[in-house]
């Protein structure tokens, strides 16, 4: 995304994460109301692909479930095991001057929570370029990885100013593991974000 802190918005891209989000740009003194509230069917995270679709549902419906529970299900599918945490790389020319070479779990979190409760389109929708999953025994036995393409359009409402995140494309590469409240779910554990091209 354009950003507006390295450190803020890079979770965004893991968030906006993967996935081609089509932006209803608004005028924000003519918006409508948004849509009603909705129940949303969560992944159950049993499926590889659960961790995707769910980031997925994250966007789509950001402003028809309340904050706690988009936050409480996108926190949900982050590695978060004793002495081992989600981590997310930046690309090196995404790096923050002086600042750490990745995100931390917590520091996604709040990124993306940043994105979802200041975007100005009614509607977002994530609609990740198809992937398979491969073993990926560099990092654990039981890890696999798919690397994911996509564009994020939009706009955020930063502080009254609405600064644009649009076309630009990601490549983003997920690495998922056995999930640290129950071996036979999924959380993602390692994102590595990858130039375009």
Not at 22 to 48: Q, S
Not at 86 to 98: A, E, H, I, N
Not at 151 to 158: A, F, P, R, Y
Not at 167 to 179: E, K, L, N, Q, S
Request: proline share 8%; hydrophobic share 35%; with cysteine.
């Amino acid at each position: 995304m354009s950003r507006i802190s390295n450190r803020l918005l890079a979770a965004a891209y893991l968030s906006a994460a993967l996935f081609f989000i089509e932006g209803c740009i608004l005028n924000p003194e003519t918006d409508k109301k948004p849509p009603p509230p909705v129940e949303i069917d969560w992944p159950e995270l049993y499926e590889k692909e659960d961790v995707i679709e769910t980031i997925s549902l994250c966007y789509k419906y950001y402003n028809r479930v309340s904050k706690i529970e988009l936050e409480e299900k996108y926190t949900n599918i982050l590695y978060q095991g004793e002495g081992e945490e989600y981590v997310f790389y930046y690309q090196p020319d995404d790096v923050p001057v002086g600042g750490d070479p990745f995100m931390t779990l917590a520091e996604d979190v709040e990124g993306s929570m940043y994105v979802w409760n200041n975007a100005t389109a009614l509607v977002l929708s994530l609609d990740p370029s198809p992937g398979s999953w491969q073993p990926y025994t560099d990092i654990c036995d039981e890890c696999y990885l798919t690397t994911r393409q996509y564009t994020i359009t939009t706009t955020i409402d930063h502080h009254g100013e609405l600064v644009p995140l649009s076309g630009v494309g990601m490549y983003v590469d997920f690495i998922i593991r056995p999930h640290h409240d129950d071996p036979d779910k999924w959380a993602i554990f390692i994102v590595y974000d990858r130039p375009a091209g």
